[in-house]
C-alpha cells in the first residue's frame, strides 16, 4: 500500500472553531489532493498541490486553506468551521503519470 | 471543463454474472482511472489507462479513446465486490482530474 496517512480520522469540532486536516505521505510524489465526500456529489477538489509551497483551489475552495511546507505534508485548514463543512475528507496523492492513492479519510463533524 | 458520466447509477446483480460499468467524458484526456469504495471504507485504485485495456484477477478494464468512452468489466461477480466504482479522467496538461458520480454495485448471494 501506498504511504498515505491522514489524522485525524474522527474529528467533531463546534461552528467558528479552526481546524487542520493533516496529510502525509511516504511517496516523495508530486502531487497531492483535499477532497471532500459528500452525498449525491461525489468526490469534490478542495485544493490540491503540485510541489512544495505550490498550491492551487479547486471547485470547492471557499472557508478552506491548505499549505504544504514539506514534500511529504499537505495541511487543509477550516478557518472558522461551519455546519455545511460536515464532511469526509481523503487526502490523495500521485507521481507524475502514476495511479492515485488516497488515504483513508476523515469523518469531520461540526456541530 | 470535462463532463464524466458513469452509467448505470446504482447496479443489482446476483453472485456469478458478468458486470459492466460505463464511463463518458467529453474532452480528450491523457489518463483514466477507476478507483474501488466499499461501504464505509477507503478508496482503492483498481487501474490507470490511457490506451487499451487492463487485466486483474476478475476486472478487466478497456478505453476507447477516439470514442471518449471506458468500461470496467468484473466477472463471476461475488457478493465481496459490492461497492462503489468511480471513474476519474486526467485531462492533459493538468494535475486536476475530473470525478464521475460514481456507480453502486451490488452482488447478491
Known amino acids: 500500500d501506498a504511504g498515505i496517512t491522514q489524522s485525524p480520522r474522527h474529528k467533531v469540532t463546534e461552528t467558528g472553531t479552526p481546524v487542520t486536516l493533516r496529510c502525509h505521505q511516504t511517496e516523495n510524489h508530486r502531487y497531492m489532493y483535499w477532497y471532500r465526500q459528500d452525498p449525491g456529489h461525489g468526490l469534490r477538489l478542495i485544493h490540491y498541490?503540485?510541489?512544495?509551497?505550490?498550491?492551487d483551489k479547486g471547485e470547492v475552495s471557499d472557508g478552506y486553506s491548505v499549505s504544504r511546507s514539506k514534500t511529504e505534508d499537505f495541511l487543509l485548514t477550516l478557518e472558522s468551521a461551519t455546519s455545511s463543512q460536515t464532511s469526509v475528507y481523503f487526502c490523495?496523492?500521485?507521481?507524475?503519470?502514476?495511479?492515485?492513492?488516497f488515504g483513508n479519510g476523515t469523518r469531520l463533524t461540526v456541530t | 471543463k470535462n463532463e464524466v458520466e458513469q452509467s448505470p447509477q446504482n447496479l443489482t446483480a446476483q453472485e456469478g454474472e458478468f458486470i459492466t460499468i460505463n464511463c463518458s467524458y467529453s474532452v480528450g484526456i491523457s489518463a483514466l482511472h477507476w478507483l474501488q469504495q466499499h461501504p464505509g471504507g477507503g478508496i482503492v485504485s483498481l487501474f490507470m489507462l490511457s490506451s487499451g485495456k487492463k487485466k486483474h484477477g476478475r476486472l478487466i478494464a478497456t478505453i476507447n479513446i477516439q470514442e471518449k468512452h471506458s468500461s470496467l468489466h468484473i466477472t463471476a461477480s461475488h457478493p465481496r465486490d459490492s461497492a462503489v466504482y468511480i471513474c476519474?479522467?486526467?485531462?492533459?496538461?493538468?494535475?486536476?482530474?475530473?470525478f464521475g458520480k460514481g456507480t453502486k454495485l451490488t452482488v447478491n448471494p
Open positions: 498541490s503540485y510541489g512544495v509551497k505550490d498550491t
Open positions: 476519474a479522467v486526467e485531462e492533459g496538461g493538468s494535475e486536476k482530474l475530473v
Open positions: 490523495a496523492i500521485r507521481g507524475v503519470h502514476s495511479p492515485l492513492h
